[in-house]
C-alpha cells in the first residue's frame, strides 16, 4: 500500500477528529501533499496543502478549523480537523497536489459528522 489514510469516524458537531496519512516513497519530502475528500455525490475536492518545507493553505470552508501537518522523517501528512461540521462529512484522501506525482488514491478514511 503506498498511500494510507486513517483516523476517520463517527462523531458529533463540534467534535475533532485527526487523521493521517502514511506515504510511501522517498521523494516524499520534496512533494506537495494535499488532503482531499469526496462527500456523497459530489466530486473530490482539495481541502489543505503542504509544502516540502511546511507551508499550508486552506480551501475558506475550513480555514480556522483545519490544520495539515508533515514530519518527513516519518513520511507522514496528518489533517486536524476541529469544530467538525455535518458537511465535512466525506471520505479523506491523502495525495500529491501535482497530478503527475499522483499515486493511487487508495480508500481514503470516512469522516461521518453527525448534527
Known amino acids: 500500500v503506498r498511500l494510507q489514510a486513517s483516523g476517520g469516524g463517527l462523531v458529533q458537531t463540534g467534535d475533532s477528529l485527526r487523521l493521517s496519512c502514511v506515504v510511501s516513497?522517498?521523494?516524499?519530502?520534496?512533494?506537495?501533499m494535499g488532503w482531499y475528500r469526496q462527500a456523497p455525490g459530489k466530486e473530490r475536492e482539495l481541502v489543505a496543502t503542504?509544502?516540502?518545507?511546511?507551508?499550508?493553505n486552506y480551501i475558506d470552508s475550513v480555514k480556522g478549523r483545519f490544520s495539515i501537518s508533515r514530519d518527513n522523517a516519518k513520511n507522514t501528512v496528518d489533517l486536524q480537523m476541529g469544530s467538525l461540521k455535518p458537511e465535512d462529512t466525506a471520505v479523506y484522501y491523502c495525495?500529491?497536489?501535482?497530478?503527475?506525482?499522483?499515486?493511487?488514491w487508495g480508500q481514503g478514511t470516512l469522516v461521518t459528522v453527525s448534527s
Open positions: 495525495n500529491a497536489v501535482s497530478a503527475s506525482k499522483r499515486l493511487a
Open positions: 503542504i509544502t516540502g518545507i511546511g507551508s499550508a
Open positions: 516513497g522517498s521523494s516524499f519530502r520534496f512533494t506537495h
